[in-house]
């Protein structure tokens, strides 16, 4: 089997883990009918194919009580531009949560990997 035919078999793979959408917003300068900027939410993609996963991590700084905080990271295709900063609503398992890309994907042959925070509104 080639190199290039077990990429695809293992993108075809993944992507068949794939349980949740994505719709990807930005926030873009739009001119209005007078010529003047103002900002609004701009959908730029819609129903995307994803997957979101948790990660728990707790770390012990010596207090007697631990810090737990959680990482979330969303499995994408690679086909897709996400800008750094897009709010990303995701629907998985019947819940819909909003969240924003902290920063640039790691790209790969077979998907992508963005990781995420809850979205608290835009910088």
């Not at 800008?83 to 992508?112: C, D, F, L, M």
Request: glycine share 6%; with cysteine; charged share 20%.
């Amino acid at each position: 089997m080639s190199i290039e035919k077990a990429r695809i078999a293992a993108r075809k793979a993944l992507e068949r883990m794939y349980q949740g959408r994505a719709t990807v917003i930005e926030y873009q300068k739009i001119k209005d009918e007078w010529g003047m900027t103002n900002f609004q939410e701009v959908t730029v993609l819609e129903d995307q194919p994803c997957k979101l996963s948790f990660e728990t991590l707790t770390s012990s700084t010596g207090d007697p009580v631990a810090t737990v905080s959680q990482s979330v990271k969303l499995f994408i295709s690679p086909d897709v531009v996400i800008k750094a900063g897009s709010k990303i609503i995701v629907t998985q398992h019947g819940r819909t949560t909003e969240y924003s890309n902290s920063g640039v994907p790691a790209v790969y042959p077979t998907h992508q990997e963005i990781m995420l925070t809850l979205f608290e509104g835009w910088a």
